[in-house]
């Protein structure tokens, strides 16, 4: 980083927005449970498939928006602000998740496109879409400020610090590997 230059990135503590997330999905899911008539099994289908689209959004955000060439190393770029700086400091708390209410903004304007699409159905889809926001800022919390895990956070863990530390250009998904391996940008087996 340019020791001359002055950043002003906003930080934001990614356990009160993981809190704050889970409590706006949760409410929508509880009203949705009462106000839309389906069996339960569609509603959990519907929970599902946004959890899935979220997975799908995350990892193409942090492949073509976040890693679009080596804009994101430079300091003059928007990727650099946004993402790259996260990278220049992977272990800076602070930078791991988007402020609250940019992201409750994003979140509700996701919410109004879903509704064109499906109607009164995003009352169940979106919120399995922001509960996959939720886990995901969760689970690179748990990546860039603790130990190894000895549980099933471990290979998400490896999963993502190889993208950090060794291959830039694969393993985007921090949530899940699934999209990696979709679109062949899993790293190399052999370590």
Not at 33 to 47: M, W, Y
Not at 100 to 129: Q, R, S
Request: charge should be positive; aromatic fraction near 20%.
């Amino acid at each position: 980083m340019n020791e001359n230059r002055t950043y002003k990135v906003v930080k934001t503590n990614s356990m009160l927005a993981v809190g704050v997330y889970l409590l706006l999905s949760l409410a929508v899911l509880i009203y949705s449970f009462f106000k839309i008539d389906l069996f339960f099994a569609n509603k959990l289908l519907l929970l599902i498939l946004g959890l899935l689209l979220f997975t799908l959004i995350e990892y193409l955000a942090h492949r073509f928006l976040y890693h679009s060439g080596e804009d994101y190393k430079n300091e003059a770029n928007w990727q650099y602000t946004v993402h790259g700086v996260h990278h220049a400091y992977p272990k800076d708390e602070g930078l791991l998740a988007m402020p609250i209410p940019l992201a409750i903004l994003l979140g509700a304007l996701f919410f109004a496109l879903f509704y064109v699409i499906m109607g009164e159905y995003t009352y169940l889809f979106w919120p399995g879409f922001f509960f996959g926001y939720a886990a995901y800022l969760y689970i690179h919390y748990i990546i860039h400020a603790r130990r190894p895990p000895k549980n099933w956070f471990r290979y998400l863990w490896k999963h993502h610090h190889l993208h950090h530390h060794k291959f830039d250009d694969k393993a985007y998904g921090v949530s899940s590997p699934l999209w990696d391996i979709v679109f062949g940008t899993m790293p190399p087996k052999k370590r």
